[in-house]
């Protein structure tokens, strides 16, 4: 299994970005993916995540409104929108699948919202 997210950078408050997490190795539309983030100094946790068909998803309070996650089952590939982004955004983004009991992990992308 390989999680490789993209899409990071340094972004102005109030701007935008996507992010992207390209997967292989398992049979990416038979599973619910995962977005979390880890500020400094704070624990991982989870931003969104979506069913396998992209029917349901889920979102963190302090994104609501904001971010939406969605996913091409067709390029194995899902995406957090962030819009409306606040320097309290700022951290390390990871894409994650739980496989039967496994969880795997993707190597994250920074995310910096500053002026």
């Known amino acids: 299994v390989q999680l490789v997210e993209s899409g990071g950078g340094l972004v102005q408050p109030g701007g935008s970005l996507r992010l992207s997490c390209a997967a292989s190795?398992?049979?990416?539309?038979?599973?619910?993916m995962s977005w979390y983030r880890q500020a400094p100094g704070k624990e991982r946790e989870l931003v969104a995540s979506?069913?396998?068909?992209?029917?349901?998803?889920n979102y963190a309070e302090s994104v609501k409104g904001r971010f939406t996650i969605s996913r091409d089952n067709a390029k194995n590939t899902v995406y957090l929108q962030m819009n409306s982004l606040k320097p309290e955004d700022t951290a390390v983004y990871y894409c994650?699948?739980?496989?039967?009991?496994?969880?795997?992990w993707g190597q994250g992308t920074q995310v910096t919202v500053s002026s």
């Open positions: 994650k699948v739980l496989v039967v009991v496994s969880a795997y």
């Open positions: 190795g398992f049979t990416f539309s038979n599973w619910r």
């Open positions: 979506i069913s396998s068909g992209g029917g349901n998803t």
